[in-house]
């Protein structure tokens, strides 16, 4: 007797992107064209936010959004904001799992898309691409677990 392909369980934890996609970019070179001819490097600074939130049943929305800016001495050479977002399908998962993978997992897949988008504006700007390094989202999310866990506890002292 041929097996016969069992039905996926409708109870069975569901995990899907849906889609990609850029939800802002803003480029700004406010001290062009001078400033392709400043010689010293710039100091770059970099900005991370995240959020999250629920579309509707089973959908979520995560936005990682990155500020990039470059500045010599008080001079702003340029400054880079984009927000890149993806919806996911996230079905029968535990309240308990859902907040690590909403607050962790979804930002790592997000973020290599918004760090290309980040260095592709920066070079068409006619600057040197930049180079975002990875960033720990575990680590983060951590960090704000326990932060609102010791918010909470001094919260309850007063």
């Known amino acids: 007797m041929a097996d016969t392909p069992t039905q996926q369980d409708p109870n069975a934890p569901t995990f899907s992107i849906e889609k990609i996609y850029l939800k802002d970019l803003s480029v700004e070179n ?7 001819l400043w010689r010293e490097n710039p100091s770059v600074q970099v900005g991370i936010d995240q959020e999250s939130s629920p579309i509707e049943d089973g959908f979520h929305n995560v936005v990682i959004k990155l500020t990039v800016t470059a500045t010599i001495a008080d001079k ?9 977002g993806a919806i996911f399908q996230i079905r029968n998962v535990p ?18 898309y ?18 975002l390094q990875p ?24």
Not at 95 to 111: R, S, Y
Not at 135 to 158: D, M, S
């Open 30 to 36: 406010p001290n062009a064209p001078q400033a392709y």
């Open 76 to 84: 702003t050479m340029f400054l880079v904001e984009a927000a890149m």
């Open 95 to 112: 309240d308990n799992e859902l907040q690590p993978l909403l607050g962790a997992h979804c930002p790592n897949i997000v973020f290599p």
């Open 114 to 131: 918004a760090r290309e988008v980040v260095s592709d504006a920066v070079n068409r700007m006619g600057f040197p691409p930049v180079y």
């Open 135 to 158: 960033i720990n989202f575990e680590a983060l999310y951590q960090a704000r677990v326990q932060a609102q866990i010791e918010q909470a506890a001094n919260a309850t002292k007063q």
